[in-house]
């Protein structure tokens, strides 16, 4: 009996201890660097995958200058874990290659206008950390084809699209599901689905109806086409990190979520300093005046502060790259959940 009850308080103490060390680990991981995090303050910037070029989203000038709403979640972690939002290093990927190119370890970021799929989140080596645009499928078509609504197509349409897509699988789901026989155009690349559009080559360009709005000023005469009223699919777009790094896997999502829910308390780039001594808790939380918020991502105080003061809120971002070029003035459900879009994020605390 006396060496049963040993043998039950050695196994009790066994399991303590590893308790004890799994928690021990545990809080590393959330309180240390992560690799990644280590990895990118080694190199000096953050490592982001773009776009080709869609303007309003991720699209470089002549001089090489990149800008857009998902350009700016990645300027929103190089000034969270850097200091300095102009520390990005980006490498413009297509569709098809875009997955393979976060897997292999080429960039740390994806945000490239990616829709938020189950089958996707599922992936073994993704993860989805939020929604910084919700989206819709549509179509574009000629002004002078006479066709004003989905329900004009026949037969034998011609689409063109991007291969590597949910924009690929969504047309085949409309068109077969209203017994439409169709051909489709695919390229690899953006701009080649724009110029096979505009020279001709198919009666209709689809894809999301952001990238739509995007893509019509690049063509040749823009007046002359015209985005369908429909919207044929839920497309939530936003960044994706690679599986296995919970604390860069958080600091990305948070990066996000820093710009939306400064927004929705008033806090721009302009105001973020002043806004140290508000009464609002929250709003103190957010510009670092109050709290260890940073502690837990391995970061200082003060870089939630700097997102908002070298990026702006979410709002700004929108208004900068979206609605002043007039691509898409109206936010319809990427307004704040207080003005009757669907933006709403947890709460940093």
């Known amino acids: 009996m006396t060496k049963f009850i040993k043998n039950i308080f050695t196994l009790v103490c066994a399991a303590g201890l590893l308790f004890i060390f ?8 959330t309180k240390g660097k992560s690799k990644t995090l280590k990895n990118t303050q080694s190199k000096g910037f953050v490592r982001c995958g773009v776009s080709q070029g869609l303007p309003g989203f991720s699209n470089a ?11 700016d979640v990645c300027r929103a972690v190089a000034a969270a874990v850097l200091g300095d ?3 990005v290093k980006y490498t413009p990927l297509s569709a098809k290659e875009r997955f393979t190119a976060l897997t292999s370890g080429e960039i740390d970021i994806l945000s490239r206008n990616t829709t938020w799929t189950l ?3 599922a992936d073994i080596g ?7 645009f919700y989206d819709g499928q549509g179509f574009m078509v000629r002004k002078n084809s006479g066709i004003t609504s989905v329900d004009d197509f026949k037969d034998g349409v011609s689409a063109c699209t991007n291969i590597g897509t949910t924009t690929e699988l969504n047309m085949r789901d409309f068109f077969n599901s209203r017994n439409i026989s169709y051909e489709p155009v695919a390229f690899e690349k953006a701009d080649e689905v724009v110029a ?3 020279s001709g080559r198919c009666d209709t360009y689809t894809t999301d109806k952001s990238g739509l709005a995007a893509q019509r000023t690049k063509m040749s005469n823009p007046d002359e086409h015209m985005v369908l009223p429909e919207t044929i699919s839920k497309e939530p777009l936003g960044p994706v990190v690679r599986q296995g790094d919970s604390v860069w896997e958080d600091i990305v999502r948070w990066s996000l979520n820093v710009m939306i829910e400064a927004e929705e ?11 140290k001594s508000s009464d609002n808790p929250a709003i103190k939380r957010l510009v670092g005046a109050e709290g260890e918020l940073g502690a ?4 200082d105080n003060e870089w939630s502060l700097r997102i908002i003061k070298q990026v702006g809120n979410y709002g700004e971002s929108y208004q900068r790259n979206i609605a002043d070029p007039g691509i898409l003035p109206d936010r319809g459900p990427n307004q704040l959940w207080t003005k009757g879009g669907i933006l709403y994020v947890p709460p940093a605390r």
């Open 22 to 29: 799994a928690c021990e680990q545990g809080g590393k991981q």
């Open 85 to 87: 939002a102009s520390k």
């Open 196 to 198: 096979a559009y505009d």
């Open 126 to 132: 993704l993860t989805f950390v939020g929604v910084n």
């Open 61 to 71: 000038d002549a001089s090489g200058n990149w800008t857009g709403v998902d350009v």
């Open 119 to 121: 089958s996707r989140d």
């Open 265 to 275: 308390y008033g806090v721009t780039s302009g105001n973020a300093d002043s806004m």
């Open 296 to 299: 837990a991502f391995g970061l």
